[in-house]
């Protein structure tokens, strides 16, 4: 007893400060794509960051360029590509909206300028009915549908004592009978369809639907494969995204934060 006593004191709290401070993010994180538009020259470069872009993420235009975080997957092969490094990475975690359109970036903003005045994408929190009900406690069935358990893996982090995110009074249920919302993974293929509906109607109304990763959202590197889906938006239209190959804990943790109305 007094050896764990001792031992707890030794190792002090390793739970993460945030959300009261600013998250401690890996030296490698790769956040938000910032495309500085005055360095960018798509008339001059041969479009060289959509030809590296193995997702289709990038498209061209007359004055620039536009990169959807819904296809992303955050190899950065277009900042490497492009000769005028007009592509880089930020180590902005908050990726999460909820509408498809914002996830769109173009020239440092997401979505167009006039609807969404920030420069991350939108998340508009739940209706004040909803966040009575949920913003205490929100229980989570995950479905894996065809993931290659990297987004498993980071929604399985957050129940570790670095994130733990139980002291948010959020958690993973074993049954849709007993979830508050469905968080999605994988690109949806048309062999998890009906076991994904199926889930769907166990869970009780209202229901939360959130896609977790790139895969989820758009298919991502598999969407135009055969037997393979278009993400979570071929069944359902979801309330959260979450762009990510896989997302960061962190960045699933302040969408769901944000969604609930707690930041
Ligand atoms: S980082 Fe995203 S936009 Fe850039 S090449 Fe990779 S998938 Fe395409």
């Known amino acids: 007893?007094?050896?764990?006593?001792?031992?707890?004191?030794?190792?002090?709290?390793?739970?993460?400060?945030?959300?009261?401070?600013?998250?401690?993010?890996?030296?490698?994180?790769r956040g938000l794509p910032l495309i500085a538009e005055a360095a960018c020259q798509t008339g001059s470069c041969g479009k060289a960051c959509a030809s590296a872009c193995p997702t289709g993420a990038i498209q061209t235009h007359d004055n620039g360029l536009s990169l959807d975080l819904g296809l992303c997957i955050f190899c950065a092969a277009c900042a490497s590509a492009c000769p005028h490094a007009a592509i880089?990475?930020?180590?902005?975690?908050?990726?999460?909206?909820?509408?498809?359109?914002?996830?769109?970036?173009?020239?440092?903003?997401?979505?167009?300028?006039?609807?969404?005045?920030?420069?991350?994408?939108?998340?508009?929190?739940?209706?004040?009915?909803?966040?009575?009900?949920?913003?205490?406690?929100?229980?989570?069935?995950?479905?894996?549908?065809?993931?290659?358990?990297?987004?498993?893996?980071?929604?399985?982090?957050?129940?570790?004592?670095?994130?733990?995110?139980?002291?948010?009074?959020i958690d993973f249920v074993a049954s849709p009978r007993h979830a508050d919302a469905l968080l999605i993974t994988g690109p949806l293929p048309k062999n998890m369809r009906l076991a994904v509906q199926k889930c769907h109607a166990a869970a009780p109304n209202p229901k939360i639907i959130?896609?977790?990763?790139?895969?989820?959202?758009?298919?991502?590197?598999?969407?135009?494969?055969?037997?393979?889906?278009?993400?979570?938006?071929?069944?359902?239209?979801?309330?959260?995204?979450i762009p990510g190959c896989p997302p960061h804990p962190f960045t699933i943790l302040d969408g769901l934060l944000r969604l609930l109305g707690r930041i």
């Open 210 to 241: 959130i896609a977790a990763g790139t895969c989820a959202i758009s298919g991502g590197l598999f969407r135009n494969l055969s037997g393979q889906g278009k993400g979570v938006p071929e069944l359902f239209k979801p309330d959260l995204y």
């Open 88 to 169: 880089s990475f930020s180590r902005e975690y908050r990726l999460a909206g909820t509408s498809r359109e914002h996830l769109v970036i173009r020239a440092g903003r997401c979505g167009q300028a006039e609807d969404n005045p920030g420069d991350i994408p939108l998340l508009v929190p739940l209706d004040r009915k909803l966040r009575s009900m949920f913003s205490r406690s929100l229980k989570l069935r995950e479905i894996s549908a065809a993931g290659c358990n990297a987004c498993e893996a980071d929604c399985n982090a957050l129940g570790n004592i670095l994130f733990d995110v139980q002291r948010f009074g």
């Open 1 to 29: 007893m007094l050896h764990g006593l001792i031992e707890r004191l030794r190792q002090k709290k390793r739970t993460a400060a945030y959300p009261g401070k600013p998250p401690v993010l890996p030296e490698r994180f």
